[in-house]
């Protein structure tokens, strides 16, 4: 079944916001650095996240709704793959400049079309895969393993891409959710226990009021972004979500100059412009492709149509010229 074009772009949109709230929200967590334990700040964006409740929430629905999933396996998946992927990408952004660490984290659209294609049966083209391994010769020239020292931050965008990849793809799996509390609350619940123990005797009373601004913004737009994203995954493939991460790349290098004051390097640049590429690459297939099909799907049912009203025009003659008893 062609997906309506309007549902689709829709999707798309929200991805779009959800990945400009992530990188606003990844810049806060990075301006934390040496304040605060990563643990601690990925622990806020669960207790912030609760603030969105309320306009998530609906009439007939309860909030215990969060904890009371329909789909409990997907649920726990859900919540297990935002802990893991908050706890990694905070520390991540915190040892690494912001462009880097994006462009490992970059790696999450070929996880999702590997894991779409496994998982849900999706169909992925072959400009898809030429996307994706595009996008991955893109991060080995921003990170030249080999010429540079590879340590820790990098480890963790790498499992911060995975994590996330695991979340689109559990968010699609709980598409027969219908209780959206119960999808939004793993959301807050894995980051919450999950950075909660691991905080554990590390957790320190944040030091200054610009501290608290601070993890304020990035609990709120981490679950903010949380929030966009599952209304993304519910009007649009699991790996057509992915691809305007490369969006994400531009806020990156944008305040990577202006707030951390990190210009890039020239092979980090040329590494972007090729992971940039390749993410233009598939969205412009993708477009034309689906207009393609939904094309042809308005030309089967008009054909349909035609068949229809030229059988009823036959049998009503049919009928006038049968003889009468």
């Given amino acids: 079944m062609v997906m309506d074009p309007k ?6 949109a929200l991805a779009f916001g959800a990945y400009a709230s992530f990188a606003i929200s990844d810049a806060f967590s990075k301006l934390l650095a040496g304040m605060l334990d990563p643990f ?4 806020s964006g669960g207790i912030f996240g609760f603030l969105l409740l309320p306009f998530l929430r609906k009439p007939h629905e309860s909030y215990l709704d969060i904890f ?3 789909q409990r396996a997907m649920w ?13 990408s905070v520390e991540a952004f915190m040892l690494l400049p912001m462009p880097e660490a994006l462009s490992l984290m970059f790696l999450m659209p070929l996880f999702v079309t590997i894991l779409s294609v496994v998982l849900l049966k999706e169909k992925v ?38 994590a996330n990849a695991g979340s689109v793809i559990a968010y ?22 999950g950075n909660g123990v691991l905080m554990g005797l590390h957790a320190s009373w944040p030091p ?29 493939p699991a790996n057509r979500v992915a691809l305007p991460q490369y969006s994400q790349m531009v806020w990156g ?14 092979w980090t640049f040329v590494g972007i412009m090729v992971l940039t590429f390749s993410g233009m690459l598939n969205w412009v297939r993708q477009r034309i492709r689906y207009e393609r099909m939904a094309m042809k799907e308005r030309l089967e049912r008009q054909k349909a149509k035609k068949a229809a009203k030229q059988a009823a025009k036959l049998a009503k003659k049919a009928a006038i010229s049968a003889p009468k008893p």
């Avoid at 726990?76 to 990694?88: E, N, P």
């Avoid at 290098?253 to 020239?266: E, I, M, N």
């Fill in 7 to 12: 549902t689709l772009f829709s999707g798309m």
């Fill in 40 to 43: 601690e700040v990925a622990f």
């Fill in 68 to 70: 009371r999933p329909q």
């Fill in 76 to 88: 726990l998946l859900r919540a297990f793959c935002v802990f893991l992927a908050t706890a990694a």
């Fill in 125 to 162: 083209t072959a400009w898809a895969w030429l996307a994706v391994v595009l996008g991955f010769v893109g991060v080995l020239i921003v990170l030249r393993p080999g010429v540079r020292a590879l340590h820790l931050g990098h480890l963790c965008a790498l499992v911060a891409a995975f």
């Fill in 172 to 193: 699609r799996l709980a598409s027969k959710e219908t209780v959206r509390l119960s999808l939004f609350g793993s959301s807050l619940i894995g980051p919450l226990v």
């Fill in 208 to 236: 200054t009021m610009v501290s608290w601004v601070y993890l304020f913004g990035y609990g709120f737009l981490a679950a903010f972004g949380q929030l966009l994203m599952m209304l993304a995954t519910a009007r649009a």
């Fill in 253 to 266: 290098v944008v305040l990577s100059y202006v707030v951390f004051h990190q210009p890039l390097d020239g």
